[in-house]
């Protein structure tokens, strides 16, 4: 995996990586995808805001990377913890993604995973989370 270059100190080239994440994922394989780099980038929330961003970005359209929708709801804790970072516009575009995903998950992943994730575990309405599920 190139987490060597998702963990540069260097900003540019993180912000880089993030941007080639698809990339790295098609050539990871959905498997090491699911276990490796999503695991990962769950745990990469303390970057530049503008790393985050593009994180939450990235994640909003990788339901297919991850082995389609079925497996979505492995997208849910990397979102989760940038649905929460400090930086309002990384929250917003976090619960964008996390709105795209939760239209892609078949229902028991929405029951299963993304109702606790929006009723037990997110912070209430000043992070925008009551929209996350109303797109369907």
Known sequence: MCSD???NEDVAL???SVKRLSTIAMALGEDRTRK???PFLSESND???EVLLAMADELGSF???VGGPSYGHYLLPPLEGLAIVEET???D???DSLNKVGALLPDSSISDHLVPLIKVRLPPAPYKVHNIGRSR
């Open 36 to 38: 490796e780099l999503i």
């Open 89 to 91: 516009v990384v929250r």
């Open 93 to 95: 575009r976090a619960v």
């Open 5 to 7: 270059e998702l963990k």
């Open 63 to 65: 339901v297919p990377y």
């Open 47 to 49: 970057d530049e805001d």
């Open 14 to 16: 993180r912000l880089n």
